[in-house]
């Protein structure tokens, strides 16, 4: 199974800044989109940004201009810069990719463990 790790969440003060990593590792024949998800206390999980394997994006409404997501294909790996950080950013950050694992095998969806990330006022 492709395994997937974040990393770079933590406690920052509102406005500050922070960058969050997913490597992909495993069996992995091809990647298409890596995308990140977020779920705050009490809420549901929500998409916040995704990026194709050629570089197209797209954000949620709420980080949009604040967030920006970019990959390093040789790496399998995604990462999610977050500027002017508030307090409704606090979550659990989730990396989410769509792979393959062989020529001849379908394209599954899987998820990383999540990192804690707290914005405080």
């Known amino acids: 199974q492709v395994q997937l790790v974040e990393s770079g969440g933590g406690l920052v003060q509102a406005g500050g800044s922070l960058r969050l990593s997913c490597a992909a590792s495993?069996?992995?024949?091809?990647?298409?989109?890596m995308s990140w998800y977020r779920q705050a206390p009490g809420k549901q999980r929500e998409f916040v940004a995704v990026?194709?394997?050629?570089?197209?994006?797209n954000y949620a409404g709420s980080v949009k201009d604040r967030f920006t997501i970019s990959r390093d294909n040789a790496k399998n790996t995604v990462y999610l810069q977050m500027n002017s950080l508030t307090p409704e950013d606090t979550a659990v950050y989730y990396c989410k990719t769509d792979a393959s694992q062989g020529r001849n095998k379908p394209l599954l969806r899987y998820w990383g463990q999540g990192t804690q990330v707290t914005v405080s006022s």
């Open positions: 495993g069996s992995i024949f091809m990647i298409n989109a």
């Open positions: 990026i194709t394997s050629g570089g197209s994006t």
